[in-house]
């Protein structure tokens, strides 16, 4: 990662060593680029069991 030199010029990055593309052939450089968003865990969109089992206990604790 951050290599010093560009892999498709030979250019050396100097203080562009940590850039996402070459100054000099603007290619980009993979080793330095990440992902902008970390894959996240899919949100379920179904109420959680034990939630909707407290509700109904609680309803009818209220009714009787």
Do not use: I
């Amino acid at each position: 990662m951050n290599k010093p030199k560009c892999p498709r010029c030979g250019v050396k990055l100097l203080n562009f060593r940590y850039a996402d593309a070459c100054p000099h052939c603007h290619e980009e450089l993979k080793e330095n680029t990440k992902p902008l968003v970390a894959s996240l865990k899919p949100v379920s969109s179904k109420p959680k069991a034990w939630l909707a089992r407290a509700l109904f206990h609680v309803a009818r604790f209220v009714e009787s």
